[in-house]
């Protein structure tokens, strides 16, 4: 158990809508970064939130948004949903920024279908 | 983009046996780390080898650095039906992110 929790733990939406995925990060942990995993794939980097602002952001559109909250939460927003964004979305928490080569934590994960 | 590679793409071995997997990379990185993955749920962080370590052990896991190569590998010794799962290598990149390969999958087989 890495103390990472993710809500919900699977979605079906359909292409157009709009979907929240939230995660509950270690206390302590003012880093959190999330990632997109598409089936048989890596993970990639959407973007990172130190202390509730944006810290580094990946290859991905501005449809993609997140917040980051004082009690250890944050959201990812994802507007406009197309298919391709089907995929498991995971929350990684860590103690400091990520960069600074700490081990992040990471949450079970959230299974988007987008039909 | 993804800048670690894993190899081999998959893996089978038997109960028991040794389990050995590499990865490589493309920039100059300042560590390296290792995750397991079950069954396309949340990464497990196993092990992390900074840029100027040659080897790292953590009980049954070994693992190695090349720089000048721009490779490591992973040995899991005396593999066990608990370890069948994807492992991924990551290195650190720009922007604070993890950049990740496509992972080894490692079927342990009783």
């Known amino acids: 158990e890495t103390g990472v929790t993710q809500s919900p733990t699977h979605l079906i939406k359909t292409r157009g809508q709009q979907v929240t995925l939230r995660c509950s990060s270690q206390?302590?942990?003012?880093?959190v970064s999330w990632y997109q995993q598409a089936l048989g794939q890596g993970p990639q980097f959407i973007f990172q939130y130190y202390r509730e602002e944006e810290n580094g952001r990946g290859n991905f559109p501005p449809r993609f948004s997140g917040l980051q909250f004082p009690n250890y939460s944050s959201e990812l927003n994802v507007n406009a949903l197309e298919l391709d964004d089907s995929a498991l979305y995971l929350c990684?928490?860590?103690?400091?920024?990520?960069?600074?080569?700490?081990?992040?934590?990471f949450g079970p994960g959230t299974r988007l279908t987008v039909l | 983009s993804q800048q670690g590679e894993e190899d081999p793409q998959a893996l089978s071995i038997q109960e028991g046996e040794n389990a050995t997997m590499n990865c490589s990379y493309k920039t100059s990185i300042n560590n390296l780390q290792w995750y397991r993955q079950n069954s396309g749920r949340g990464l497990v962080h196993l092990i992390l080898i900074r840029s100027n370590e040659r080897e790292k052990h953590s009980g049954r896991l070994r693992v190695t650095l090349d720089t000048s190569k721009k490779s490591s590998s992973l040995l899991i010794t005396a593999s066990r039906a608990a370890d069948t799962a994807s492992y991924f290598c990551?290195?650190?990149?720009?922007?604070?992110?993890?950049?990740w390969g496509a992972g080894t999958k490692l079927i342990i087989k009783p």
């Open positions: 990684a928490s860590s103690p400091r920024l990520a960069g600074l080569t700490d081990t992040q934590y």
């Open positions: 206390s302590g942990h003012n880093t």
């Open positions: 990551a290195t650190d990149g720009s922007n604070y992110q993890l950049i």
